[in-house]
């Protein structure tokens, strides 16, 4: 089962609170969930919290990098917040 994460909207911005561990597909999955709802909410900011997870590990960092590389691509503002200081 894969874990779910709701994409929140709040007028132009998608807020992505992500309170469950991912492994590597669903993680993957939330990448391709969020750039698809940029696009179709026609998004102008993106904020992910990741204050829910306890380990990032190199893929997990490396997607969420790439997601937020993407999202500036095709013209959303960017935040990533909640990371722990452990990680």
Do not use: C, W, Y
Not at 5 to 34: G, M, R, S, Y
Not at 52 to 60: A, M, R, T, Y
């Amino acid at each position: 089962m894969e874990a779910e994460v709701t994409i929140l909207k709040l007028k132009d911005t998608l807020i992505v609170p992500v309170q469950v561990e991912l492994h590597d597909n669903a993680a993957k999955a939330l990448q391709e969930k969020i750039l698809m709802s940029i696009e179709k909410e026609n998004a102008q900011g993106l904020i992910i919290d990741i204050s829910g997870i306890f380990i990032v590990d190199s893929f997990l960092g490396r997607i969420l990098a790439e997601t937020a590389k993407m999202a500036k691509l095709i013209g959303a503002k960017v935040v990533l917040t909640g990371m722990r200081k452990e990680v």
